[in-house]
């Protein structure tokens, strides 16, 4: 482990103590959840455009990987900022999510490794745009991911052929986050489809619950018709902005209108977080010490605090 990467786990490690119900946890480190014999599938999504999905996956992404787990981002959006952002190259991009989604390529095979030991990412290019249009007449095209990553290998009982695949099966991830365009469409669904729970990322701005409803409407169809499973994980405030009261406002509206669900952790407006994407790097690695990226580190450890909780409840 490189220095970033120790002073990463120091610092979370620290961040996740300052939350009051990571303490008095005893016997393990708050930080890291049990493992599964599966990953845990996180769909971060908001039809709102600029509310913070990519900048969450690959910090968040990155956080979780910083403290051992093992993490990989599908990149479901035709303008591929969570690629960029994690400075996977076009040449890098040969097998993307498109090609796994019309099923011209298995995932292990779009699966590009990134700088950030433990964080993988299954590229995105503009051909996903053609997707949607492409799978219309296509049997369960609201499956295509779920049935993909159902194909996934993770115990090293099937076929090994590639090295990512041989990488995959000897440490399988523990956690997927699919980045989504900000639109409710067909890419989207099928990620809601294949996620265990949607992560809500909620800009702090006037119209911020503008558009939640419809995200949450959304949720509970797919929830009757497509999958059973997916919860709501939780809502983070994103670009908070502490001179402004506007922000204070819509934040205790929120709060008062969603309650629990969500995330104590607000992420502050920081220009760090907004400079890291053209260096090609998570804002975590950029600058670990800005306010972006403590920000980022509890909420991997309230995440993870929730996540601890709903398998607690489950067995
Ligand atoms: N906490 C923050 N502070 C400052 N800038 C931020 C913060 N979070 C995100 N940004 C910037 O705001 C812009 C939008 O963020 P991001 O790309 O993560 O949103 P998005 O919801 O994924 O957008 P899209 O809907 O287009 O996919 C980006 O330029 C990003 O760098
Ligand atoms: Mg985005």
Redesign the pocket.
């Given at each position: 482990m490189d220095q970033t990467n120790k002073t990463l786990v120091t610092d979370a490690a620290k961040a996740a103590a300052s939350i009051p119900s990571a303490q008095g946890t005893t016997g393990s480190n708050p930080l890291v959840a049990p493992s599964t014999d599966r990953p845990r599938i996180l769909v971060v999504a908001?039809q709102?455009?600029?509310?913070?999905?990519?900048?969450?996956a690959i910090n968040l992404g990155t956080a979780l990987a910083a403290v051992g787990e093992r993490v990989l981002i599908v990149d479901l959006?035709p303008?591929g900022?969570a690629s960029t952002g994690l400075g996977i190259t076009t040449a890098e991009r040969k097998v993307s999510a498109y090609d796994v989604l019309i099923g011209a390529a298995l995932i292990e095979d779009a699966v590009v490794p990134t700088k950030v030991p433990g964080l993988d990412i299954v590229p995105s290019t503009m051909d996903l745009l053609g997707a949607e249009l492409e799978l219309a007449t296509v049997q369960r095209r609201s499956h295509r991911l779920r049935d993909a990553l159902a194909r996934m290998p993770r115990n090293g009982k099937q076929r090994e052929t590639s090295e990512a695949e041989k990488a995959m099966t000897a440490r399988p991830y523990s956690y997927l986050l699919i980045?989504c365009?900000?639109s409710l469409n067909l890419l989207t669904i099928n990620a809601m489809t294949a996620a265990d729970a949607i992560l809500v990322?909620l800009q702090c701005e006037f119209f911020a619950l503008e558009g939640l409803s419809q995200l949450l409407r959304t949720v509970e169809r797919v929830k009757t018709s497509l999958n059973p499973r997916l919860e709501i994980q939780g809502i983070v405030l994103?670009?908070f902005d502490q001179r402004n009261k506007l922000s204070d406002q819509v934040a205790s509206d929120v709060r008062t209108h969603l309650g629990d669900k969500v995330y104590r952790t607000v992420?502050?407006?920081?220009?760090r977080?907004?400079e890291?994407?053209s260096y090609g790097k998570p804002a975590l690695v950029y600058d670990h010490r800005c306010a972006?990226s403590k920000a980022y580190m509890r909420l991997a450890a309230e995440m993870i605090q929730r996540e601890r909780a709903i398998r607690r409840s489950a067995a």
């Amino acid at each position: 482990m490189d220095q970033t990467n120790k002073t990463l786990v120091t610092d979370a490690a620290k961040a996740a103590a300052s939350i009051p119900s990571a303490q008095g946890t005893t016997g393990s480190n708050p930080l890291v959840a049990p493992s599964t014999d599966r990953p845990r599938i996180l769909v971060v999504a908001n039809q709102k455009g600029g509310v913070g999905k990519t900048t969450t996956a690959i910090n968040l992404g990155t956080a979780l990987a910083a403290v051992g787990e093992r993490v990989l981002i599908v990149d479901l959006d035709p303008q591929g900022n969570a690629s960029t952002g994690l400075g996977i190259t076009t040449a890098e991009r040969k097998v993307s999510a498109y090609d796994v989604l019309i099923g011209a390529a298995l995932i292990e095979d779009a699966v590009v490794p990134t700088k950030v030991p433990g964080l993988d990412i299954v590229p995105s290019t503009m051909d996903l745009l053609g997707a949607e249009l492409e799978l219309a007449t296509v049997q369960r095209r609201s499956h295509r991911l779920r049935d993909a990553l159902a194909r996934m290998p993770r115990n090293g009982k099937q076929r090994e052929t590639s090295e990512a695949e041989k990488a995959m099966t000897a440490r399988p991830y523990s956690y997927l986050l699919i980045d989504c365009p900000p639109s409710l469409n067909l890419l989207t669904i099928n990620a809601m489809t294949a996620a265990d729970a949607i992560l809500v990322p909620l800009q702090c701005e006037f119209f911020a619950l503008e558009g939640l409803s419809q995200l949450l409407r959304t949720v509970e169809r797919v929830k009757t018709s497509l999958n059973p499973r997916l919860e709501i994980q939780g809502i983070v405030l994103t670009m908070f902005d502490q001179r402004n009261k506007l922000s204070d406002q819509v934040a205790s509206d929120v709060r008062t209108h969603l309650g629990d669900k969500v995330y104590r952790t607000v992420i502050p407006r920081n220009v760090r977080i907004s400079e890291a994407p053209s260096y090609g790097k998570p804002a975590l690695v950029y600058d670990h010490r800005c306010a972006g990226s403590k920000a980022y580190m509890r909420l991997a450890a309230e995440m993870i605090q929730r996540e601890r909780a709903i398998r607690r409840s489950a067995a």
